[in-house]
Nanobody, 125 residues
Framework: VQLQASGGGLVQAGGSLRLSCAASGRTFSRYAVGWFRQAPGEARKFVST????????YYADSVKGRFTVSRDNAKNTVYLQMSSLKPEDTAVYYC???????????????????WGQGTLVTVSS
C-alpha cells in the first residue's frame, strides 16, 4: 500500500482543515488507517485511527471532540476533519496503514507498516 497525505496548510486558530490520505491498492478496505503528527522538536504522536469498515474510530484525548476521522473505501481515501484548531495542533501530519487483525484499535506508530509522506499544518494564533 502506498499512501499520499494532503490538505495541510496555514489556518488561523479556531479554523478548520480537512486532511486526506489517498491509498493505492485494491485491498485498501482491509486496512486500518491511523493519523499521527510530529511537532518541531517533539516525538511523533498518535492522533486518530479508523478501522477498515469505518465504524470504529479512536482519538487522542488532545483532539477528541475537535477532529473527526472518516473513510471512503470506494475512493481509497481516509479523511481527517480538523476543527477548532489551536496553535498546539501545528505539526506535520502523517497517515499510516496496516492490515486489520482484529485488535480494538492501533495507536502506536510501530503498529503500522505503511506510511505516507507528511503534510504540514500550521495554526496561527
Amino acid at each position: 500500500v502506498q499512501l499520499q497525505a494532503s490538505g495541510g496548510g496555514l489556518v488561523q486558530a479556531g479554523g478548520s482543515l480537512r486532511l486526506s490520505c489517498a491509498a493505492s491498492g485494491r485491498t485498501f478496505s482491509r486496512y486500518a488507517v491511523g493519523w499521527f503528527r510530529q511537532a518541531p522538536g517533539e516525538a511523533r504522536k498518535f492522533v486518530s485511527t479508523i478501522k477498515p469498515s469505518g465504524v470504529s474510530t479512536y482519538y487522542a484525548d488532545s483532539v477528541k471532540g475537535r477532529f473527526t476521522v472518516s473513510r471512503d473505501n470506494a475512493k481509497n481515501t481516509v479523511y481527517l476533519q480538523m476543527s477548532s484548531l489551536k496553535p498546539e495542533d501545528t505539526a506535520v501530519y502523517y497517515c499510516a496503514a496496516r492490515e486489520n487483525n482484529g485488535a480494538a484499535y492501533y495507536s502506536y506508530d510501530y503498529d503500522y507498516n505503511y506510511w505516507g509522506q507528511g503534510t504540514l499544518v500550521t495554526v496561527s494564533s
